[in-house]
């Protein structure tokens, strides 16, 4: 089974490519995190980081910051510090005359 999803996320690469793939709140997007903990951990480690990946790459997150640097909170609550976050996002934010970081 580990195998399967590992060919699944294989094949979701060499199918779609990276310009029209959705894109991730996160540094390391979500099929390459879920990837790595499956090749590391097993398929129950890999089912269960698609599902936390899942749950909160979503719009509608917050970005806020504090004293140890910029926060982005999910929808769901969950926080994720800045080494984490796509610069992408920290980017695009920073030229947005609404925001003032």
């Given amino acids: 089974m580990k195998y399967s999803l590992l060919l699944i996320i294989k094949i979701y690469w060499a199918i779609i490519p990276k ?3 959705g894109k991730c709140l996160f540094k390391k997007s979500c099929s390459h995190f879920v990837f790595d903990m499956t090749k590391r951990n ?3 480690s890999g089912l269960k980081a698609f599902k936390f990946r899942f749950k909160h ?8 910051n504090s004293e ?3 926060l982005l ?6 926080v994720f510090k800045q080494n984490e976050i796509d610069t992408r996002i920290i980017t695009h934010l920073k030229k947005n005359k609404n925001h003032d970081f």
Avoid at 57 to 64: E, K, S, V, W
Avoid at 73 to 78: C, D, K, L, M, Y
């Fill in 42 to 44: 097993g398929i129950i």
């Fill in 68 to 70: 140890d640097g910029l």
């Fill in 57 to 64: 790459c979503r719009p509608n997150y917050n970005l806020i």
């Fill in 19 to 21: 310009k029209i793939r």
């Fill in 73 to 78: 909170i999910s929808v769901n609550h969950f």
